[in-house]
């Protein structure tokens, strides 16, 4: 989920060419509006993860950019860590960066239940090490964030 782009927008100012996907069509038109009028080399398209994830011919990347996603794949759609991680894995040739938001942030507090039971860190890389040869944690400037790097 590119959302308004701020990612996208800096890897495709750093050079890189850039596929920004988000389901929301209003989203993904604000990206293309602005890397359009800074010429940068990203294509904008209206689609989620598990949609993309079944056209891996069509979206598949270098390294692939999940932050901010998984919690709501997880509490709101209500996908589990190992579809998250099949998906991910079916689109990045070599890396996914993802990260994991806790129990402690408003959004997560706020949709925790006894279905979520299941939503850990620990649980989400355990997932993410079944597709990827290796998984490592790092700090995020946030305290309630994790960021988790995937190889493989």
């Not at 011919?57 to 860590?81: G, I, K, M, P, S």
Request: charged share 25%; proline share 4%.
């Amino acid at each position: 989920g590119c959302a308004t782009g701020w990612y996208s927008l800096l890897a495709a100012e750093a050079g890189c060419r850039v596929i920004a996907a988000d389901p929301d069509d209003s989203m993904v038109n604000a990206v293309y509006r602005k890397a359009r009028a800074r010429r940068l080399p990203l294509t904008p398209t209206v689609t989620g993860l598990f949609d993309a994830a079944q056209e891996p011919e069509r979206f598949r990347c270098e390294a692939v950019f999940a932050n901010a996603l998984v919690h709501h794949l997880t509490l709101t759609e209500r996908w589990d860590f190992p579809a998250i991680a099949d998906s991910l894995e079916a689109l990045a040739e070599k890396w996914v960066l993802t990260e994991f938001i806790d129990g402690n942030d408003t959004f997560v507090k706020q949709r925790l239940d006894r279905r979520s039971a299941h939503y850990t860190l620990e649980n989400l890389a355990a997932a993410l090490r079944r597709r990827f040869r290796e998984v490592t944690l790092h700090p995020s400037t946030s305290k309630n964030r994790t960021l988790l790097v995937a190889s493989k």
